[in-house]
């Protein structure tokens, strides 16, 4: 099985920077896409940040100029830097893996469970 593990959230100040992680980890050939997804409350889930094997990244425009994503190949693992923090990045943030478990399978989708982001004002 693989298995997506998020830390790093919690109860931060607007203006203030909180910076998510997440490790993959299990039967892995390989790790295409990597991103961060965040759903607060009433509210569908949205993109925040991706980044693929080669390092491009795409950012929502809500969270551009604020937020970085990076990756760790090595480590299997994914991290979002979050700066500048507003009330209404509020949210449920899941981290997600585009994983290929065998060289010979097709890439699957995997989440993680979903770390709370509380930006109080």
């Known amino acids: 099985q693989v298995q997506l593990v998020e830390s790093g959230g919690g109860l931060v100040q607007a203006g203030g920077s909180l910076r998510l992680s997440c490790a993959v980890s299990?039967?892995?050939?390989?790790?295409?896409?990597m991103g961060w997804y965040r759903q607060a409350p009433g509210k569908q889930r949205e993109l925040v940040a991706t980044?693929?094997?080669?390092?491009?990244?795409n950012y929502a425009d809500s969270v551009k100029g604020r937020f970085t994503i990076s990756r760790d190949n090595a480590k299997n693992t994914v991290v979002l830097q979050m700066n500048s923090l507003k009330p209404e990045d509020t949210a449920v943030y899941y981290c997600?893996?585009?994983?290929?478990?065998?060289?010979?399978?097709?890439?699957?989708?995997?989440w993680g469970k979903g770390t709370l982001v509380t930006v109080s004002s």
């Open positions: 299990g039967r892995i050939f390989s790790i295409n896409a």
């Open positions: 980044i693929n094997d080669r390092g491009n990244t």
């Open positions: 997600n893996a585009d994983v290929t478990r065998e060289y010979y399978q097709y890439p699957m989708d995997y």
